[in-house]
Each structure stands twice: as structure tokens, then as C-alpha cells.
């Protein structure tokens, strides 16, 4: 949501930055602008692609050897060429671009404006560049350096800002609070961005704003403070990203790409975890915390969208293997309904990005209360990686598609690996059970390949249902959640209404809606509920329901009664999910381009939601 990229350096910044813009488009946003400072201050920016913006800056042949770029996401003002970043102070010296609310925003501009300051748009954003220059015109301030510390001390909300200012020329100016930012060191060069995509071209050495920090950075320097004026040391980190993975390797979208690198983003997810002599999990990031985890109390799981739903198949295997109660949470719901957690609990946040706006608030709330703090994320060095007591990274290499796929996957992998080690360290999973899922977990990617195999036949089937007003989505237990996560997949990538439903519900509302124009996506492939789901499909059937399976081969009795349906190899119940919804990423895909949809870019949505 919204990013920042910012260059300090000899190369044409106007380049650096365009490529950087690109490269954060799959955050999601309507706008897109850039700042440079070549002697004067050039902003060009407006409604639409950063491939519109490049054209203007090439049409306009600027230059300069600093700059910040932005790609915006509308919270405050419609989208709009005013309401598109870079701000400007009232001088237009002063060039802010920013990530995050200013919830206080609306007081701030009234003062401002009963001090004369014209403002030029609807946002946010446009205060911080005029109250910046504010405290510094009234001598408040005796460097600019100091007007932004007073500036941020007044400012209640988030933010992630680069600022450039004319009379400053040599130095951008970023601070960090509740929004992701780093700093990219190169040699005699220096990059700003909200997320490592934009600069692993140049540089794999970065620091990490922490929030309160604040710092200036030159072409050969960078200076970070408290915006208290406290001196800080920054540990450099070494990205573990590389340009090979943010690039679409002859794929037609990202989301293609991802979906089929799900059985080496699995295996990397394994690699080193499956213990196959001994028939154990290790997990190195939960060493330290087992004994409070087999003795907690019970287990929280808080999440947001598809890392939702890995979290609700997560209940099922933690309350299966490790007889341990857990309870799932919408994070955006968990602080406000004050939630009794403490001493003995444990939650366990689950984000792609780690950066996840709502689900960074569930984390510090539970651990004000006391609880012990536990994450799942893929982004390694993020903020919930930082935050959290302890956790397990998914490994799954940058996933670039809004609608997440190998993100779901191996979030239900290191689920699944928890789950297992957790039974067997309290004595509720037998070790000729903890062998077969071992022994399975390790054979799944190969599975996944032979769901993959019939991605033709897919795509055949997706053109039957391309125009279909609505789809419903049924599962039972393990494959509920992915009935939930088929639905969103359409929902987010065609704008096809759909829902997922407990197949048992169906009869309790949705049944009205079925006729021979609705599609039913049947997962059929928990053995034990195997007969309870036949009943349903057969009252399907009986409305004139459009019946697609997802079953294995020798579930003869589902695949007579469907119209259609999706072959997938036989497993664990418990590991089911990690092949049913294989199908579903492929069909919501295929459904999405043969609509002429921004498969990778769905409108109004973006891959990081940074702010509330």
C-alpha cells in the first residue's frame, strides 16, 4: 500500500526512481509522482501508471543526481493529479512524499491556514510539507533538520516520509513511524524505499528505521536519530532478496509465476525443518520459546485476508495434533474489543509482509498484556519479524501478485510443522502418526507438481465459467478455510461475487441462490467427511447447481455426481489444504484473464495494507 523510493547518488535519479516506481507497483495504488533537485526543485506527478509518469519526465527530459518518488493509494482525496505525491510547501521548496494517516491532520491545516498557508489538495500528506516550513519561516527552528523533528512531534498517526528541500540539496530527509523504511548503502550512493523490491538491483546492504527514528542521508553518509535528537547505531543487514526473484522469468503475470513456484517455495519452506531420519521438526526460531508454547494455556491466531485463512486451517491442526484450544481473530477486530489475553497465552500473528498495519496493533495489544508473542511472516527483517518474542520465517521468496498464493501455502506448511512438533513434545500426537505427516509434508511438492500438470485443462474449464455472476465455494473442517480462500481468490482478481460457505450451511441460506447459473466449487477431499459432502452435492444437484469437484482420483462417487471436476492426489485430511487449493489459484486466474482483469494489479486493492 503506497511506496516510497528516494535516491542520493551520481546516476540519473529520474531512472533510479522510475525503475524503483515499477518495481513497487504491486503494492497497490492510482498515482504516481517524483521530486528532483537539479539546482531547483522539478515535481512531475498525476492520476494513473507509473508508465504515464515516465513518459511526462522523459517528455520534459528531466535530470538530477537526488530525488524521492511515490506511488500513492488513496486514503485522504479521491485519486487525482492534485492529490498525487510529491506535496509541496507553500514556497515549493520543501518536496514530501509519505505512507501512513495523519489522523490529526484536519486541526493541523486549520492552524495552518489561519497563518496564511494555501493548501492544494484534499490529503493528509500536504501538512507536513507546510508545517515543516511553518516552524522553520517563524524561526522556531534553527535548521531544517530541527523543523522536521518539531513537525513529527505534532503529528499524531503514522507515517513512513522522504523529504527533499532546494535549500538543502545534498540530502533527503526520511522518518519513520507505524510505516515501513530503510536505507540502502551503495558505493558513494545512498536509496530510500518502503520495501527492499526497488533497490536489491543496486545494493543488498540496508538499515531498518525503527519507529521514532528518523534520519539525513547524503551520497556517502547516513545519520540516524531519535526525533528526540538521540543518536542512534544502526545494525546494516544483508537482503537475502535477489533481482531473479522480482522478475516475471517469461510468465504473463506474476500471480502465474508464484503459483507455479509453489513447489520449490514449499520445499524451501521444509528444507532443513524436516528431520526424515528421526521423524521430528526443528524449528530454530521456537527453540527458545517451546516450553512456554507445549505449556501455554491456549492459542490466539490473528491475521488479516488469506493469512486469515491459513490461520483458521491452523486451528484445525493445532486442536487435532496438539490438543491445544485456539481461537482465530480477525486482527483488525482483536484491540478493539478489548481481548482477554495475558500471562500463559500465547498469540501468534500470521503476515506475508510483516508489515501488516492491523495485525502489528493485535501483536503490541497482546503484548502489553503480557501474553507471549509469536509470528509467521516470509519478509525477513520486517517490522513482526523485529517485534514479535519469536517466529518462523515461511521462505517463500518475494511474492510480487496482490492476491497471495505460495503465501497461503507455506503458511499452512509452517502451520502444519508447528502443529506436529507441538504434539509430539505434549504427548498428543502418537509417533506412528507424527511419522505419516513427516513423511507426507516431504512429498507434497511433488504432489503439487501433478496438480499443476493439468493447468491446460484448467484453463479450458475457466472459459466455461468466465461470465458467471456468482460462484459458492463449499467445504468441511480442513477445507472449509479453503473454500474461503477459492472465493476470495475470484472476488480479488475477476470481481465475481463470491462466497465460501461450511458445506453443511449451504442449506441454511445459500441453497436459495443455486440454479443452473451457479457455479458450485465442491472440495470433496477429507476422507471422514467424505459422505456428508456426497449429501451436499447432491442437493446441489437436485437445484440444477453447475457441480465442480476438487477430489482425488478413486473419489468415483463425487466425480459421477459432478459436472466437472479437478483431480488432485490423495493425502493427509490434515495436509489437504496445501493441494485443494492449487485448483482454486489456477481457475480464479484463468477466470480473471480471460475477463481482461489486472490479474497481478486488482483494482482498489493493494498487496501491504500499511495503514488502518
Known sequence: MCGIVGYIGDKNASEVLIKGLKRLEYRGYDSAGLALINGHLDIVKGKGKVTNLESRVNSQNLIGRIGIGHTRWATHGEPNDNNSHPH????????????????????????????????????????????IEEILENGNANCFEKAIQLALKQIVGTYGIAIVNSDNPEKIYVARKGSPLLIGIGENEMFIASDA???????????????????????????????????????????????????????????????????????????????????????????????????AKRLVIAACGT????????????????????????????????????????????????????????????????ALVLGICNVVGSTIARETDAGVYTHAGPEIGVASTKAFTTQVVVLA????????????????????????????????????????????????????????????????????EGALKLKEISYIHAEGYPAAEMKHGPIALIDEMMPVVVIAATDHTNDKMISNIEEVKARKGRIIAVTNDENSDVKDLSEFFISIPSTEDSLSPLLTVIPLQLLSYYIAVNRGCDVDQPRNLAKSVTVE
Open 88 to 131: 509541496l510547501s507553500q514556497s515549493g521548496k520543501i518536496a514530501v512524499v509519505h505512507n501512513g494517516i495523519i489522523e490529526n491532520y484536519t486541526s493541523l491545516k486549520k492552524k495552518l491556514t489561519e497563518k496564511g498557508r494555501e493548501f492544494h489538495s484534499e490529503t493528509d500528506t500536504e501538512v507536513i510539507a507546510q508545517l
Open 417 to 484: 510443522m508447528m502443529a506436529i512438533a507441538l504434539g509430539q513434545r505434549r504427548g498428543t500426537l502418537a509417533q506412528d502418526d507424527a511419522k505419516r505427516l513427516i513423511q507426507e509434508l516431504n512429498r507434497l511438492p511433488e504432489k503439487i507438481r501433478l496438480i499443476l500438470d493439468q493447468n491446460e485443462q484448467i484453463k479450458e474449464m475457466a472459459k466455461l465459467f468466465t461470465y458467471a455472476p456468482n460462484f459458492l465455494y463449499l467445504g468441511r473442517t480442513y477445507n472449509f478455510p479453503v473454500a474461503l
Open 307 to 370: 493469512s486469515w485463512h491459513s490461520g483458521m486451517v491452523g486451528e484445525y491442526l493445532f486442536e487435532d495434533l496438539a490438543k491445544i484450544p485456539v481461537e482465530v481473530e480477525y486482527a483488525s477486530e482483536f484491540r478493539y474489543r478489548n481481548p482477554l489475553i495475558g500471562e500463559g497465552d500465547v498469540l501468534l500473528v500470521i503476515s506475508q509482509s510483516g508489515e501488516t498495519a492491523d495485525t502489528l496493533a493485535a501483536l503490541r495489544e497482546a503484548k502489553q498484556k503480557g
Open 197 to 295: 523490491s526497488p533497490i536489491v538491483e543496486y545494493t543488498n546492504k540496508v538499515i531498518y528505521l525503527e519507529d521514532g527514528e528518523m534520519a539525513v542521508v547524503t551520497r556517502d553518509s547516513y545519520e540516524v536519530k531519535t526525533i528526540d535528537d538521540i543518536a542512534l547505531t544502526k545494525e546494516v543487514h544483508e537482503l537475502a532478496m535477489s533481482l531473479d526473484a522480482i522478475e516475471k522469468a517469461g510468465y504473463p503475470h506474476f500471480m502465474l509465476k508464484e503459483i507455479f513456484e509453489q513447489p520449490e517455495a514449499i520445499s524451501d519452506c521444509l528444507r532443513g525443518r524436516l528431520q526424515l531420519e528421526t521423524n521430528t521438526i526443528q524449528l530454530g526460531g521456537l527453540v527458545d520459546v517451546m516450553e512456554q508454547l507445549v505449556h
